[in-house]
C-alpha cells in the first residue's frame, strides 16, 4: 500500500511564507508523477501544480504562478511546495497527489491520480 503524507500546513498573515512537504510511504514506489491540489470551502478541488519526479520539470496554475514553487528529493521521496506572497485566497485544505506510469490525462486533471493524501490545512490571513 503507499501512503502520502503531507505536513507543513499552518495559520500565516497575507504576505507570508509556508512549505508544505508531501512524503511517500509504503511498498516500493516508482513515481511518475506527482501534484499539489487544494480545496477550499464549498468550492471543487483545483490544481495547483505538478512535478514530473524523473525530468524535474513543473507546471502551475496561473492563481499561484510566479508564488509557489514545487520541488522534489529523490533520495527522500518527497515533493515540497513552496508558497510565498501568501494571500487570504489561497486558504484551503492542501492534498499531494501521485501517479506511478505516464498518462494522457493532463497533470492538471484529478482523475490522472491514484493516491493521494489526507490534506493539510494552510490558512492565511487578512
Known amino acids: 500500500q503507499v501512503q502520502l503524507v503531507e505536513s507543513g500546513g499552518g495559520l500565516v498573515q497575507a504576505g507570508g511564507s509556508l512549505r508544505l512537504s508531501c512524503t511517500t510511504s509504503?511498498?516500493?514506489?516508482?513515481?511518475?508523477?506527482m501534484a499539489w491540489f487544494r480545496q477550499a470551502p464549498g468550492k471543487e478541488r483545483e490544481f495547483v501544480g505538478a512535478i514530473n519526479w524523473s525530468i524535474g520539470n513543473t507546471v502551475s496554475s496561473d492563481s499561484v504562478k510566479g508564488r509557489f514553487t514545487i520541488s522534489r528529493d529523490n533520495a527522500k521521496n518527497t515533493m515540497y511546495l513552496q508558497m510565498n506572497s501568501l494571500k487570504p485566497e489561497d486558504t484551503a485544505v492542501y492534498f499531494c497527489a501521485a501517479r506511478e506510469t505516464w498518462t494522457p490525462v493532463a497533470a492538471s486533471e484529478k482523475a490522472g491520480y491514484r493516491y493521494w493524501g489526507q490534506g493539510t490545512q494552510v490558512t492565511v490571513s487578512s
Open positions: 509504503g511498498r516500493s514506489f516508482s513515481v511518475y508523477r
